[in-house]
């Protein structure tokens, strides 16, 4: 068997043209406007912040670049996202991860706003999700995960998914993301035993431990759907998690690495942002809005 590849880059061009028309077609003089905090000095983070500019220039979404330096306090990091929560003409809210040390991540994404959390990271959502609320914003790469694994066509429903990592940005979320498909989902992580025996089991795999090409072909049934999300560099050249050679000798569909899921993570990052900001627009014309811009 080879394995038929899920293009990411292809699907993504796609849900981004999509929304290029739909940012054409709104009212004038109302453009959905993303924030991104940088702190620090990061070149990762740096690369990535630019890339998701580009993207959002590319389908006429503001992007606004918030550049901090790495020494600064939580307190001071607060205040800069409590402003742009009260800004009306930000819709969505990003801090680029990690945050250098002396900051706690998760006081300064429980600080952003739910509704223009467009990362999906505050608890709030978190948790949102794990009721399996339909308004809940969820995060960009377990939604694109979810997209990739729709154009497989397979049915979701009763499969067994075996997700390697349990981050909360990634394993954690699709997991329950996968969970609220109906899959049954086994969660794997650095203290798994028998990885390899439980990852055979699987009818779904998704991979995102940051292990170069961990999952062999003899890790894998016959069949099985393999997203691969890991961004790793070995000898100056990009590769998964999963050795993708071997494995799609087995698997029937397969993302490759560039080209699978990283691309579709920006695509739902400002998809995020869009629907935020037709959300946050109907609430401001609703008459009974009582925050403080509509009162003013
Ligand atoms: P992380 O380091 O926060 O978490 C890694 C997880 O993998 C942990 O839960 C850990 O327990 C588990 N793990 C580590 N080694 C393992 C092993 N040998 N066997 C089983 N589990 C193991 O990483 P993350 O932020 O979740 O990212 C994971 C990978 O995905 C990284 O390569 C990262 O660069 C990539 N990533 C890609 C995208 C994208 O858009 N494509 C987005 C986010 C992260």
């Keep these: 068997m080879t394995a038929t590849i899920l293009d990411g880059k292809k699907l993504a061009s796609e849900i981004r043209k999509e929304l290029s028309s739909k940012i054409s077609s709104l009212s004038e003089g109302f453009t959905p ?6 702190v620090g000095e990061n070149e990762a983070s740096k690369i990535y912040v630019r890339n998701k500019k580009k993207a959002a220039d590319e389908i006429g979404m503001g992007c606004e670049i918030i550049e901090l330096a790495s020494s600064i306090g939580e307190n001071a990091l607060l205040e800069t996202i409590y402003e742009l929560n009260d800004n009306p003409h930000i819709n969505g809210i990003i801090v680029q991860l990690p945050l250098p040390p002396h900051i706690n991540p998760l006081h300064i994404l429980s600080a952003i706003s739910p509704l223009k959390d ?27 995960i979810l997209r990739l694994l729709k154009q497989s066509g397979v049915e979701l429903s009763g499969k067994h998914a075996v997700v390697i990592g349990r981050s909360n940005i990634v394993g954690r979320p699709t997991s329950t993301l996968l969970l ?10 650095s203290h798994t035993q028998n990885l390899p025996e439980i990852v ?10 940051g292990c170069p090409n961990l999952v062999k072909k003899d890790w894998v049934k016959e069949g099985a759907i393999v997203i691969d999300v890991g961004i790793n560099k070995v000898d100056n050249k990009l590769c998964g998690d999963v ?24 695509a739902m990052l400002l998809e995020n942002t869009f629907e935020a900001a037709i959300k946050q627009q109907s609430h401001h014309q609703h008459q009974h809005c009582k925050c403080k811009h509509c009162q003013s």
Excluded: R, W
């Excluded at 406007?33 to 940088?38: K, N």
């Excluded at 609220?180 to 992580?189: A, L, P």
């Excluded at 000798?249 to 690495?257: E, Q, W």
């Design 33 to 38: 406007i993303l924030a991104v905090i940088l």
């Design 180 to 189: 609220n498909q109906d899959c049954t989902v086994s969660i794997t992580h």
């Design 200 to 209: 055979k089991q699987a009818d779904i795999i998704v991979a995102a431990c």
């Design 243 to 266: 050795d993708f050679t071997e494995v799609s000798s087995v698997a029937s569909f397969i993302t490759p690495v560039p080209g699978g899921v990283g691309p579709m993570t920006v």
């Design 118 to 144: 467009v990362d999906g990271f505050n608890p709030y959502n978190a948790g949102l999700l794990a009721c399996k609320e339909d308004n809940a914003i969820i995060s960009a790469t377990p939604k694109g």
